[in-house]
């Protein structure tokens, strides 16, 4: 006895469900789809499957990252271009994009004059950081300044410090530009 594709599919599209695979689920017939036209066995099929289905949670663990990070702008290592900024050494830029650094819990320090590129870069190494599974979030030094100002206006300085202290990565821009507020009622 045969059963029907679409009730095969309603099958799975239930299971899948069930189970909260949820590309799957959405995709489903489109999945099978392509697996029989490919002529999969059932265990190629499943790896299909179950490969699509790491897949897109991985693109959305991605997405949903970037979107929490609060970029400025979107930048990549690879964008940043060497040729435009020759007092910039290669090796500077290809060491930290290993991440070894924010695995180990150290800093990185990005110095130099105006519009040399810190900015990009800096986000470039958060994207770098995300792909490798860490968390991150982007300050203004001056947005960040305020948000705790705000915390301590608020007496909620130790919960908004907790929470600063969340990702693994903190990327704080524009540091060196930043002056200490004469209302600043925290020391730093």
């Known amino acids: 006895m045969t059963i029907p594709v679409n009730k ?8 899948a469900s ?9 995709r489903a017939d489109a999945l099978l789809e392509e697996a029989t036209k ?19 949670r991985n693109a959305n663990r991605i997405r949903q990252a970037m979107m929490s990070a609060h970029f400025p702008f979107d930048r990549t290592i690879e964008g940043f271009y060497l040729s435009a900024q020759p007092a910039v050494d290669p090796g500077q830029t290809r060491e930290p994009s ?12 990005l110095f130099g004059p105006p519009g040399v590129g810190k900015t990009h870069l800096a986000v470039g190494f958060g994207q770098l950081a995300i792909l490798a599974g860490h968390s991150v979030r982007f300050y203004n030094v001056a947005a960040l300044v305020a948000i705790l100002e705000k915390a301590v206006k608020d007496d909620a300085l130790e919960a908004k410090l907790r929470e600063l202290n969340k990702p693994k990565l903190l990327i704080i821009d524009e540091l060196g530009y930043a002056t200490k507020p004469r209302t600043c009622s925290f020391s730093w």
């Open 38 to 56: 490919a002529k999969l066995t059932p265990r190629e099929t499943l790896e299909f499957v179950l490969g699509q289905e790491i897949e897109n």
């Open 18 to 26: 069930r189970l909260k695979l949820s590309n799957t689920r959405d």
């Open 98 to 109: 290993r991440m070894d650094w924010v695995a180990a819990g150290e800093n990185l320090a």
């Open 8 to 15: 095969c599919n309603a099958v799975v599209i239930t299971m």
